[in-house]
């Protein structure tokens, strides 16, 4: 935290003592009065982002994908702020503020603690709002709410429960593109007898529709949601997409929405299992890579919990150069990849570079992480996958 601050205390030093005052009384401080119609954007987060000699620049990977200045955190803010003034009106400009993974590396620099991709959720809303969101945005919008999920075709008949202790919550990415994460998951709930429901039909989270900047939209997917959480029984509810869970846990309390149950990322759940003696795992050796994914490990803190599990199953894990809070994102992250495919790409594509110098095989705890990097020819596996190959007593 020290080092974040470093170079503003710095600055600071080498100031006369009336500038000290004045900076600590109006930046730090201070509430700005350029723009007087209310907004749904933070504009004195925006303003002071803008201003910032952008720190976190060199950590953004939408701006290393893309190489234009334009995308950087603070070059978002600045274009933010003209379009929130009613000074910008073109096409490019709207677009780039969709160009964003929500990976928070930003925050990790920033003395101020912002997300810009936190921040850009309430720009996208005013975007909205005057009626200028991308048509590209707009169709993600309207086939969200027909579909009741990111993608097309039917989600596969896993069985199981509508009511158990334990809800199992899959998500988009697992429901329509990972069969194989779902199944791994299922397994272990059977396995070791567990009391699991299955939804009979799974809605979206509602991330998505946050993101974009469809509030009212994402709130009705929040009532939904909740009721039939409600209505499945469970104590616990297990998520395999971290999105989910910190939607879930933390979002839905900011919008009035609370869930009775226990949410956990299946990390934490499959561990609780692992040291309770539920889930027994044979520890056959083998190596492996883990990539930390942004919002489990920089949102939800969630960093020891796949590091632990994977030891108990035998893996020797190899650390990446940027591990931890330090990761670097998939490309993927707030649905990048449905907005700027290319830009999604180029991200992947450097993110499994780096990691196949440590191993040819990549353990992660997300399914979107996961896609990303088989999509781009990498060997990946989610942790319920290797738990589920590893169980069984050790003598057997």
């Not at 109006?26 to 954007?41: Q, T």
């Not at 070059?75 to 929500?102: H, N, P, V, W």
């Not at 226990?262 to 299992?273: A, N, P, T, V």
């Not at 803190?301 to 940027?322: S, Y």
Request: charged share 30%; aromatic share 8%; with cysteine.
């Amino acid at each position: 935290m020290k080092d974040k601050y470093a170079w503003v205390m710095d600055a600071l030093s080498k100031a006369p003592l009336l500038t000290k005052a004045r900076a600590v009384k109006h930046f730090l401080m201070g509430r700005n009065d350029y723009i007087k119609k209310e907004r749904h954007a933070d504009m004195d987060a925006v303003i002071k982002c803008a201003l910032c000699p952008n720190m976190c620049k060199f950590d953004c990977p939408v701006l290393a994908a893309e190489k234009n200045d334009a995308v950087s955190p603070s070059g978002k803010m600045r274009l933010a702020y003209f379009i929130e003034a009613g000074y910008l009106s073109s096409d490019d400009a709207f677009e780039d503020m969709y160009k964003c993974t929500g990976c928070n590396a930003c925050a990790q620099w920033c003395p101020f603690d912002f997300s810009v991709g936190d921040l850009l959720k309430g720009v996208r809303e005013d975007i909205a709002e005057m009626g200028k969101a991308p048509p590209d945005i707009v169709e993600i919008k309207e086939k969200l709410e027909e579909r009741h999920v990111m993608y097309e075709g039917e989600r596969k008949d896993y069985g199981g429960h509508e009511h158990g202790s334990v809800l199992y919550f899959m998500g988009c990415e697992v429901s329509s593109h990972r069969d194989e994460i779902a199944n791994s998951m299922i397994k272990i709930f059977e396995s070791i007898g567990e009391d699991y429901a299955l939804m009979d039909e799974e809605w979206c989270c509602g991330s998505p529709m946050l993101n974009l900047g469809f509030t009212e939209q994402f709130k009705k997917f929040a009532e939904h949601n909740v009721r039939a959480i409600e209505e499945s029984g469970c104590e616990v509810m297990v998520c395999s997409c971290p999105t989910c869970t910190h939607i879930f846990r933390d979002i839905y309390p900011q919008h009035g929405f609370n869930i009775k149950a226990r949410i956990m990322h299946s990390s934490e759940y499959l561990l609780e299992m692992a040291e309770k003696g539920r889930i027994k795992l044979r520890g056959e050796s083998k190596q492996a890579v883990y990539h930390d994914p942004c919002v489990l490990v920089r949102k939800l803190g969630i960093e020891e919990e796949p590091r632990k599990l994977m030891a108990r199953a035998g893996v020797d894990l190899k650390e990446a150069e940027f591990h931890g809070k330090d990761t670097k994102c998939c490309g993927r992250g707030s649905g990048l990849e449905s907005t700027n495919e290319d830009i999604a790409k180029k991200i992947a594509d450097a993110r499994i570079e780096e990691l196949k110098q440590h191993g040819d095989v990549i353990i992660t705890a997300c399914p979107t992480c996961k896609s990303a990097f088989e999509e781009g020819g990498a060997e990946a596996y989610d942790i319920s996958e290797i738990i589920a190959m590893g169980m069984g007593n050790k003598d057997e």
